[in-house]
């Protein structure tokens, strides 16, 4: 608790994927086109609009304790993703019409990760349109 009484929590460490074109950006994007969007982090989405699209990113657990890993983004549009990673043995699909379709929230989370536990995740669109990713919580 605060001095004020509130419930705090752990900070997490906020990666934002903004911009197709910037190779240093966290993950990497295949297809997908930077939109401004009021309210985003970094106030753009790269959206991934083109079945085959696909976001992936490698993750380096950046040592310490434990940490979730959470992938935030919009639950609007028809869009239906598939997600895939070897090093943590998950294959499966997410589909918009799961999400409430607001401009911020949970789409995907795995966790708790472990020092050591570094894998790599892919999110590819098989279908529809209207997905994108605002940020990685580690």
């Known amino acids: 608790m605060d001095k004020q009484g509130n419930a705090t929590t752990k900070s997490r460490m906020v990666l934002v994927p903004t911009d197709v074109a910037d190779p240093g950006g966290p993950g990497t994007f295949t297809g997908g086109a930077t939109t401004p969007v009021v309210g985003a982090y970094g106030e753009s989405l790269v959206a991934l609009d083109d079945a085959t699209d696909a976001y992936q990113l490698q993750y ?23 997600a895939e990673s070897a090093e943590l043995h998950m294959s499966g699909s997410l589909e918009a019409v799961s999400f409430d379709p607001a401009q911020r929230q949970t789409l995907f989370q795995w966790g708790p990760i472990c020092e050591g536990e570094d894998f790599t995740i892919t999110f590819t669109v098989m279908s529809g349109s209207g997905f994108a990713i605002d940020a990685v919580l580690i």
């Open 60 to 82: 380096t657990h950046p040592g310490g304790s434990c940490r979730e890993f959470d992938v935030i983004g919009p639950g609007t549009g028809d869009w239906v993703v598939h």
